[in-house]
């Protein structure tokens, strides 16, 4: 008999006929022999409507009484399910997170769960009986007993973390679309369901993906290595898979606040190769990585800063043995990019072989911005400089001296204690081989994105730390960061420009806080420029194959669309470009990957 957890969001039980249609599905899935644990949400907009009427009485509701409110929600929507079972005849408990025991932080309207007790779990279901769990609640032991939520959207983390603390055999998850679809369907309508997606992928798309899946969900369900799956309530259709890796062994206890960072990587197979001063305009990734690509070699990072005047650099990385064929790419093309042949000082290749790059990867970096700062600062007291910097959803990546790299290594792994055991490449365990999936998954565009940028920062061990230490203090997420390639000499100092984007509503305040930081450190310049989009292509098939990043840059090429700034990870690509592009560069990019099908998606208002 197989133990499954059922989870129905808001539009699956937003009426009562919706609520009677759950209970028949619950019984069919008994009846197919399952004992049964099913999470519901607050029955449809329910929890908007209160915090309207929270509103209502007040400019700003304390978060303890929010939480007081919220989670009454959920509670009418295990009664009424509870009831329903009953009267179809199945026995069934309902039960709030407090009566389950799902202990976490007492951090109200946000609170992560430290465990989740399963004695009366186990009771119930030893009883035969469906057991109905509110989801999205919890309760605080360290105080007071305090009811808190876990953050909007909550309830799928609850069904995840149900699932692991029960070990049972899978977790399904009912929505109103039919799984995870290769991109947003109210912009692209051609967008086809996936019908699977590895959790690191999944992560990845977080702006895709985090309407149907809660982020913290899925790495619960990477971590715990919990088979997840995503489907509709309103069909049988199969659903996505969301695949795990084999999980390294984990306590329940500290559920989710393992450690943010599970890998420490070091790669010193790398050569540098940087573009600068090239043209800013449409077309020159899309050539640069064309002609690399039909050369049949592989590039592991890009990453291409912002434009000063209207110059840019590209910079890339390779194995070592191809630097030669890379570099000779980069120099054939270069004279072609100065606009005036005579002017020497304009594109220049720039090849540098004593390079390594360390990155540090793990799920629970998300919303945790002080991971990336305690990395630059874990390499600033090493006086380790950090040559380029790239990031993205799950990892941050730094190219470094080689001759600092074992240092690196050693002084990264204390840091964030991961033993040197556990410093498999993160693919190694996955049980998706790269060779027989597609290389682009998904295609997301993010428009709540500001970028800043940070001139004429001193080159020298420690400003990133101090720049991104700063933001982490006042809790604001840093998502791309790019530090330029070119220095500027000022005033005999060499100098780097850095740019980074965060959530739109932060730019004003990351600003004013850069500006304290920037008279203390003799930096240029503040700017932030909030009329931008970032759109990405996530696919752990991308790994070991060229020619992706030039598919990619092409398709924007032809649909003339300038590229600002690009940042690269293993299974991801992504590029800043101006936001009323974005969506033109959304349907050409997802349509030049093949993605493009002809199922109708049905997508509810
Ligand atoms: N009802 C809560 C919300 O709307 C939790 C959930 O549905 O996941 O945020
Ligand atoms: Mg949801």
Redesign the pocket.
Known sequence: MALVVQKY??TSVGSTERIKAVAQRVIKTVQQGNSLVVVV??MG????TLVNLAKEVSTSPCRREMDML?ST??QVSIALLSMALKEMGQSAVSLTGAQVGIVTEAEHSRARILQIKTDRLEKHLNQGEVVVVA??QGISTSEDLEIT??????????AVALAVSLKANRCEIYTDVPGILTTDPRIVPEAQLMEEITADEMLELASLGAKVL?PRAVEIARNYGMPLVVLSSWSDNPGTKVVSPLPKPRSLTGLEITKAVDGVELDNDQAKVALLRIPDSPGIAARLFNEIAQQNLDVDLIIQSIHEGNLNDIAFTVVKKVIKQAEAVAEAIAPSLRSDPTQLDEAEVMVDKRVAKVEISGAGMIGRPGIAAKMFRTLATEGINIEMISTSEVKVSCVIDEADCDRALSSLCQAFEVDSSSLASSTENNPINPDNIPAVRGVALDHNQARLALRHVPDRPGMAAKIFGLLAEKNISVDMIIQSQRCHILNDVPTRDVAFTVAQADGETAKQALEELVKDLDCGEVSVDSAIAKISIVGAGMIGKPGVAAKFFTALAQEQINIQMIATSEIKISCVVAEDEGIKALKAVHDAFNLAGDLEVEVPA
């Open positions: 969001g808001g949400s607050a907009k329910t929890t908007d919220l929600g959920e989801g999205f939520t876990l953050g909007r959207g909550g309830s799928d983390t609850s809660h």
